[in-house]
């Protein structure tokens, strides 16, 4: 256990579909960062927040968006979903939001659009 | 671009072989991060270098950071079965982790 924890583990929908992906990040963790992993794909930046900010932004497409609340737990939301949004979603944290830190990731959310 | 590029993307080799895989960067890097990812499973941190040269050991595995911070390599000597996986270089700049292309090892028994 990494200490990062993601739910759902699973998620089936379909197109056109909206889902909330939700990640708690390590204790004592500011940072939050999401990536997608395609089949056979390297992983995607999509964004980062830090103690409640947004701190940068990757690939992310404009249907989708993200938050991180008081608490430091963080949501992906993806709306509007096609066929190639299936992918895994990770979710990491870090203890400061610099590129020197360590990334602990969960064990993601796997998506699948039908 | 922001990404580092790694080769080979694929490698298969019978246990026992040894295994290399390089980074390359078209910048010159902060510092380099390996990870490594498992089938099925998530990235878990390996190590980090930031020194020009650095060379770190981790039993069987060592990586290597280039004189001038383009590169980087790992290299595991006799694989194992348990060193099947995706090992990742990792740019750490600013707020941001780009990852590396990746290698995917196969240990054939």
């Known amino acids: 256990d990494s200490g990062v924890t993601q739910t759902p583990k699973h998620l089936i929908t379909a197109t056109g579909q909206r889902v909330t992906l939700r990640c708690s990040p390590r204790?004592?963790?500011?940072?939050v960062y999401w990536y997608q992993q395609s089949l056979d794909q390297g992983l995607q930046f999509l964004i980062q927040?830090?103690?409640?900010?947004?701190?940068a932004k990757g690939n992310i497409l404009e249907r989708f968006s993200a938050q991180q609340f008081p608490d430091l737990h963080s949501e992906l939301n993806l709306s509007s979903l096609e066929l190639g949004d299936s992918a895994l979603y990770f979710c990491?944290?870090?203890?400061?939001?610099?590129?020197?830190?360590?990334?602990?990731f969960g064990a993601g959310s796997r998506l699948t659009v039908l | 671009g922001q990404q580092v590029m790694q080769i080979p993307q694929y490698q298969h080799v019978q246990e026992g072989e040894d295994f290399t895989t390089y980074c390359n960067s078209s910048?010159?890097?902060?510092?380099i991060q390996w990870y490594k990812q498992r089938p099925g499973g998530h990235p878990v941190f390996l190590i980090q270098l930031v020194k020009s040269g650095e060379v770190k050991k981790q039993k069987r595995l060592t990586f290597q950071f280039g004189e001038a911070k383009k590169n980087s390599s790992l290299h595991i000597t006799a694989t194992q079965t348990t060193d099947v996986g995706t090992y990742f270089c990792v740019r750490g700049t600013g707020n941001q982790f780009y990852f590396g292309t990746g290698t995917s090892l196969t240990v054939i028994p």
């Open positions: 204790s004592g963790d500011l940072s």
């Open positions: 910048t010159t890097l902060s510092n």
């Open positions: 990491a944290s870090s203890v400061e939001g610099t590129g020197a830190n360590v990334l602990t």
């Open positions: 927040y830090y103690n409640g900010e947004e701190r």
